[in-house]
């Protein structure tokens, strides 16, 4: 009895879809009132106005400061206004720096100095490989600090962690 019910209310359901498309076709299709569609052309004003000609215009306004103090509650002196003169800005941007190329430096490794018994990493700059000792140099590159997974090392300015 079920499936009964089911397939009538399927047939039911595609009814109902068939007549609301065809309400919709009808509509789109058939209309025929095309004057709430149609929009009135306007003429198109164009005004070239040159940029050159605008003028920096002094303001015309003064606050009128005589009112009553709500906490002292009585009318403050009015200062008189300060003119300042417009000067012009001459803004010239920073001078721009290159980002570091940190790509160049690379941590090869290290050795243990079996005298001192200290960390001595191999550092690689710009294909030119040394042993280096905190502090040392190469190629403008400081060691400053030897850890074994890492360096700190600075260059140009900066410092930086590289690892291994």
């Not at 095309?34 to 198109?44: C, E, G, R, T």
């Not at 403050?76 to 803004?91: D, G, L, S, Y």
């Not at 790509?103 to 100095?113: C, F, M, P, R, T």
Request: overall charge positive.
């Amino acid at each position: 009895m079920e499936a009964g019910k089911n397939k009538k209310l399927t047939y039911l359901l595609i009814c109902a879809v068939v007549a609301v498309w065809g309400i919709i076709l009808y509509r789109v299709l058939f209309n025929n009132s095309d004057d709430d569609y149609q929009l009135k052309a306007q003429p198109v004003v164009k005004r070239a106005e040159p940029y050159d000609q605008y003028e920096l215009k002094r303001d015309t306004f003064r606050l009128a400061l005589n009112y009553r103090d709500p906490f002292v509650g009585m009318v403050q002196a009015v200062p008189k206004p300060v003119e300042i003169a417009a000067k012009p800005t001459n803004f010239a941007p920073a001078p721009f720096k290159p980002p570091i190329n940190w790509g160049v430096v690379k941590y090869k490794g290290y050795v243990i100095n079996p005298q001192t018994k200290k960390l001595v990493s191999i550092v690689e700059v710009s294909g030119k490989e040394r042993m280096l000792a905190e502090g040392e140099f190469l190629e403008g590159l400081k060691l400053l600090k030897n850890k074994k997974d890492s360096i700190l090392v600075y260059w140009q300015g900066k410092q930086k962690h590289i690892k291994q």
